[in-house]
């Protein structure tokens, strides 16, 4: 009996296909929000909240200005609401702009398959009632209106406060370019003010060598030093 026969005989097992290989992978639009959220180099814009189960957009206008465009190819933060909308995140504050899913969560990206898009629930209402989208589209333009007022009026108080600063500081140069006019026009104002310096010069001199007096005893070479510039007294050695 031919061995080699028998294992042709033998029926060989079918392959197995790999896991995961037809999944179907996240939509881009929760891919690059999620990669936005969790950039901490942004997080002064946007960033987690609640221990991770909610983000926050803390700066409306950066986000639309910059954040929407190097990822979305647009700026229109009503647009990106809609999205969220659709893909069942729900804003759970009604101060701030913060939203909630429970397959959007820190750390926990394999989850984002987990989100479906409701467009045909959505398509549906929209049918019945034409006009919940204007009114949720009135809605967010006057939230984005009163935080764009609310950012020109910090905008304004900035620009106030640094027009005192360069007001003080001009001020202060109008008053040494008179005080030098005024030492270069009066002879004797200029040799007062030079007198009034070695006065002062003088003094704490005179002070630092009390000073030296009380403490450790002055050098030789350093009392000569002062007598030779008029300070100071002769010391006995």
């Known amino acids: 009996m031919n061995p080699f026969q028998l294992q042709e005989d033998v029926p060989q097992p079918l392959p197995k296909p790999i896991e995961g290989l037809h999944e179907i992978g996240p939509p881009p639009f929760l891919i690059k929000t999620f990669e ?4 901490p180099n942004t997080n002064h814009i946007v960033s987690w909240n609640r221990g991770g189960a909610s ?15 190097r ?13 969220l909308n659709t893909y069942g995140f729900r804003k759970i504050e009604a101060e701030r702009w913060e939203f909630a899913n429970e397959g959007f969560l820190l750390g926990q990206r394999h989850l984002l398959k987990s989100i479906k898009r409701r ?27 009163a935080s764009l ?3 020109q009026q910090t905008t304004r108080c900035y620009i106030k406060a640094m027009e005192q600063r360069i007001e003080g500081a001009e001020k202060k140069q109008r008053q040494m370019m008179s005080f030098l006019a005024s030492a270069m026009q009066s002879p004797s104002f200029l040799y007062q003010l030079l007198k009034q310096r070695d006065m002062m010069r003088l003094k704490e001199i005179e002070v630092e060598v ?28």
């Open 36 to 39: 936005i959220v969790e950039d």
């Open 55 to 69: 983000f926050v957009v803390w700066d409306l206008h950066s986000f639309s200005t910059f954040l929407l465009p």
């Open 71 to 83: 990822h979305f190819k647009h700026s229109n933060f009503s647009s990106f609401i809609r999205q």
């Open 119 to 145: 467009a045909s629930s959505f398509a549906s209402s929209s049918i019945h009632d034409p006009c919940v989208e204007l009114r949720k589209e009135k809605h967010l333009l006057l939230m984005e209106l």
């Open 149 to 151: 007022r609310q950012q």
């Open 210 to 237: 009390e000073e030296r007096e009380r403490g450790s005893p002055m050098s030789e070479l350093e009392a000569l030093a002062l007598e030779m510039q008029g300070y100071g007294k002769h010391r006995n050695v």
